[in-house]
């Protein structure tokens, strides 16, 4: 290996973020939770809503009590506490409702966004993008309607899909962390 190859590794090294055992952990647990959310998605939505709900309550908290150590923007502190509170102990005291509820707002959201995205396409399409652009508007239109169509049916689905996404970016990750352990092995 000559000097230029092996300055172009150290800088390569030094410009990632994460250590190479930091993505091969990431990747097994989003292997893991994949799988899960492929072989039992009602279980393991159940217990990632779970943990949303201690996070909402967690932060919600936080915020409360961060207004005593700064005032700045107290009123907005104040309001996403008590909201991240109560969504919080809503999530936790009705775990079966919030497990269906939570998935459906955002297939919701989902559909509504790519509504309004397809739209924004086809008139930028009409206006100087093109043919693509607007083809890329209609396709994100017709999901966005479909899911609407049937948010529940395609909030079961949103495990599945997050499931498959999850096995795929883990394996990705992994692969990715041994690559980097290669490369950061001493010259």
């Known amino acids: 290996m000559d000097v230029t190859e092996a300055k172009d590794r150290t800088e390569v090294n030094e410009s990632w973020f994460f250590p190479w055992w930091a993505v091969l952990v ?3 647990f989003s292997l893991i939770i ?3 959310l492929i072989t039992n998605p009602f279980a393991t939505t159940l217990v990632i809503v779970q943990f949303v709900g201690m996070f909402w309550l967690v932060t919600g908290i936080i915020s409360i009590v961060s207004i005593f150590a700064d005032r700045t923007l107290w009123g907005l502190n104040l309001i996403s506490g008590i909201i991240g509170i109560m969504a919080g102990l809503a999530v936790l005291q009705h775990p079966l409702w919030s497990t269906v509820l939570l998935p459906t707002i955002l ?3 989902i ?5 309004i995205i397809g739209l ?3 008139f930028g399409a009409f206006k100087k993008d093109g043919i693509a652009t607007a083809i890329l ?6 999901f966005g309607i479909l899911l609407l169509s049937s948010p529940f049916v395609a909030a079961l689905a ?4 997050y499931g498959i996404f999850g096995v795929a970016g883990g394996i990705m ?3 990715f962390a041994f690559q980097r352990r290669k490369l950061e092995e001493p010259v």
């Open 137 to 142: 508007g209609i396709i994100s239109i017709i």
């Open 26 to 28: 990431q990747g097994i």
């Open 111 to 115: 559909a509504v966004n790519g509504i």
């Open 158 to 161: 949103l495990a599945w899909v």
């Open 107 to 109: 297939v919701i959201f």
């Open 173 to 175: 990750a992994i692969v």
């Open 34 to 36: 994949g799988l899960l």
């Open 120 to 122: 924004i396409n086809l």
